[in-house]
């Protein structure tokens, strides 16, 4: 099994819409989690961490399930400028002292008018 | 602006050149990462550095050299590369390689190798 998964997609949406990304893991002492989202030819950056709780930030929820080792995201109403490509990133506990992030291959949204 | 600048933004080389890529941070960051990402593919981990000491190198060929003089500057140095090489090279920061902390990205070098 691989560290991180995600369904590649893509997921084509209209816009309005809700969609929600699921990624899971292996390592059940992951420490802590994100979804970054990569637009075509730019680098990543970060959307949301995503807390035990589970947390919302406007129209993005993140949620966490420790025992079944998968995160989420939710994306409600969605616009035309969210597609892009969304990663998730889990760092997986100390490695030799240190905790080195893994990053998911992505999943690819669409949002078509 | 971004904490993380990389240079050049665009680079094309011939198999036999040698050239560097260079990384910056100005967020006092201690831990620097290199990443490859190809064309369709998923992020690549090449190198991490933690307070300029190398903590991860994820079986990069030889023709990859890194090096960090200190805790805000990264250069991967580039030497006799293969076309397959050709990628979107990115540098990123973070307080640490530590629990918790979020990994800033710079913008990248996009690496042709002719």
């Known amino acids: 099994r691989k560290e991180v998964e995600q369904d590649p997609g893509p997921f084509n949406v209209p816009e309005g819409a809700t969609v929600a990304f699921n990624c899971t893991y292996s390592n059940s002492a992951s420490q802590s989690f994100f979804w970054y989202r990569q637009d075509c030819r730019k680098e990543p950056k970060l959307l949301m961490s995503?807390?035990?709780s589970g947390n919302e930030d406007g129209r993005f929820t993140a949620q966490l399930n420790r025992a079944s080792q998968y995160i989420s995201l939710l994306i409600r109403d969605s616009k035309l400028s969210d597609s892009a490509t969304y990663l998730c990133v889990v760092n997986p506990g100390p490695s030799g002292g240190s905790y080195i992030p893994t990053f998911g291959r992505g999943t690819s949204l669409i949002v078509h008018p | 602006e971004t904490g993380v600048t990389q240079t050049p933004r665009h680079l094309v080389m011939g198999m036999t050149n040698k050239k560097s890529l260079k990384c910056e941070q100005h967020?006092?960051?201690?831990?620097m990462y290199w990443y490859k990402q190809s064309a369709k593919k998923p992020l690549e981990l090449m190198f991490v550095y933690s307070l300029e000491e190398r903590v991860e190198n994820n079986s990069v060929p030889s023709r990859f050299s890194p090096e960090c003089p200190n805790s805000s500057h990264l250069f991967l140095h580039l030497h006799t590369l293969q076309p397959e090489d050709s990628a979107l090279y990115l540098c990123?920061?973070?307080?640490?390689?530590?629990?918790?902390?979020?990994?800033?990205f710079g913008e990248g070098s996009w690496l042709t190798v002719v």
């Open positions: 990123a920061s973070s307080q640490d390689p530590g629990t918790g902390n979020t990994i800033y």
């Open positions: 995503v807390y035990s």
């Open positions: 967020l006092g960051h201690n831990a």
